[in-house]
């Protein structure tokens, strides 16, 4: 499928924004690799003689859906700590930065496979990223990034004096409808 040009608009009520973490060290039989959504996020996609991409996502709004692995399952409980945690100071300090959003700069490949390279921010830091994806004959795009946490500050989760700790990569993927404004 090749889109038209004009200008899109997607997010949260057209597809989903999830957020992928796994564990290492030593310890990482007993945490979980989790799964966290996005609830609020949306962009806006400009077809012209070039490509322009903005995306936002509602630090506030990140939910976890599921945790895998671990020696127990994940209660309800433990999701709204994590959660609480990752909107925290010590991670994402939702307080001082409510969004993390991204601006593209430059598209390379087709409908069938592109890259997508522009600046993410996260928790004030901007820093590079390409984004990889694909339109399906469905009108859907879908993609994914992979976001090495230290390159913006942030200093990966740990547990049980080290133990415990969460990988320095998470993959940050989507699929959403694009919809013509």
Not at 106 to 119: N, Q
């Amino acid at each position: 499928m090749e889109l038209s040009a004009g200008t899109y608009r997607f997010g949260a009520d057209q597809g989903v924004m999830r957020i992928r973490t796994s564990r290492t060290g030593l310890g990482r039989r007993a945490g979980h690799d989790l799964l966290i959504e996005a609830e609020r996020w949306s962009g806006s996609a400009r077809i012209g003689d070039g490509y322009e991409v903005e995306a936002e996502i509602d630090v506030t709004s990140l939910a976890v859906r599921e945790g895998t692995g671990g020696i127990k399952p994940l209660t309800d409980h433990d999701r709204k700590e994590i959660a609480t945690t990752i909107r925290g100071a010590k991670l994402l300090d939702a307080a001082r930065h409510p969004a993390i959003t991204f601006r593209s700069s430059g598209v390379r490949g087709d409908a069938d496979g592109f890259d997508l390279d522009g600046e993410l921010t996260i928790a004030g830091t901007p820093r590079p990223v390409t984004v990889h994806g694909v339109l399906g004959a469905d009108g859907h795009v879908r993609g994914s990034a992979t976001v090495t946490q230290t390159k913006w500050g942030i200093k990966p989760y740990t547990a049980f004096l080290g133990a415990l700790k969460l990988a320095d990569d998470v993959t940050i993927d989507f699929d959403t409808a694009l919809l013509p404004t």
